[in-house]
């Protein structure tokens, strides 16, 4: 699926099933909270951060590939609320960090 084909697949979705969008405030916020279970996850399987019970250290990989769905999802909605084209976004974004970073990186001796 391309980026585009996500933004078409959320938007119809939302349209149908979700009825209509939240607000984007509303959208922000549950972007944050969405994040927030990204951050609690790798804190707990890449930190030093511990689960409480086995059976959520079992189901770990497969929780934090959720919520990084779910964070996807909601910034989708955000780009389809705003009129934001991800794609030309992602590759504007990508020129201008290799245009910036195209030495940074190689002669940064805490990457080698």
């Known amino acids: 699926m391309t980026i585009a084909e996500a ?28 994040v927030g279970e990204v951050a609690r996850l790798m804190a707990r399987i890449y930190g030093e951060q511990s689960f409480k019970t086995q059976a959520q250290a079992d189901s770990a990989k497969e929780d934090l590939a959720g919520e990084m769905a779910d964070v996807l999802f909601v910034l989708i909605c ?8 991800l794609t030309e976004a992602l590759t504007r974004s990508l020129d201008k960090k290799t245009k910036r970073d195209k030495d940074r990186h190689a002669n940064n001796e805490k990457l080698k």
């Open 78 to 85: 955000l780009a389809n609320q705003t009129g934001i084209d």
């Open 7 to 34: 933004q078409k697949i959320v938007d119809e979705w939302i349209n149908t099933i979700g009825i209509r969008y939240y607000n984007e405030l509303t959208n922000t916020a549950i972007l944050t909270e969405e």
